[in-house]
């Protein structure tokens, strides 16, 4: 059923100017209005939680250059939650795999993006990704750090 919802009310759409910006780039996948699912253990200020588990929608572009992954809770609303270019730096707090399941953004200790935060989060993207397109990446690990207020964001708490 959520994915109907999704769907129908185009929760996840890429929004045009990142899609412009990743058509300039060469897409070799694009994959809209998907299950993005949020797991959550741990405490940060104003949140705790033993196995929080929250569903949005999003979208999940592979280019020639980057990963690309947005979030959306509402129509028309999406925040990047993922802009990795593929020969950045590969270091940092986040850790991506990209398979044929789609990508994993695992965060195995969040203290490393604040030090008042303690435990571990996830950001899934469940998406199909062909092996021949798996194929063509340069990697399919990525790493790179983010501000706290990613979490808050992305654990829908007004703040950070």
């Known amino acids: ?90 270091a940092g707090a986040v850790a991506g795999t990209l398979s044929e399941s789609g990508l994993v953004l695992a965060i195995a200790d969040l203290a490393a993006v604040d030090p008042q935060f303690d435990g571990t989060f996830s950001l899934t993207y469940k998406s199909s990704i062909p092996s021949d397109v798996l194929a063509r990446l340069p990697t399919h690990s990525i790493a790179f750090n983010v501000p706290p207020k990613f979490v808050y964001s992305a654990l829908g708490i007004p703040r950070g």
């Open 1 to 90: 059923m959520a994915g109907f919802v999704r769907r129908l009310f185009r929760i996840g759409k890429l929004p045009g100017e990142m899609r412009a910006q990743a058509e300039t780039e060469g897409i070799i996948h694009l994959e809209e209005c998907i299950a993005a699912v949020v797991r959550f253990t741990g405490r940060i200020p104003g949140r705790k939680s033993v196995g929080l588990i929250r569903g949005y929608g999003g979208a999940l572009v592979l280019t020639n250059e980057r990963v690309l992954g947005t979030l959306s809770a509402i129509p028309g609303k999406a925040g990047r939650a993922v802009d990795q270019p593929w020969q950045g730096p590969q």
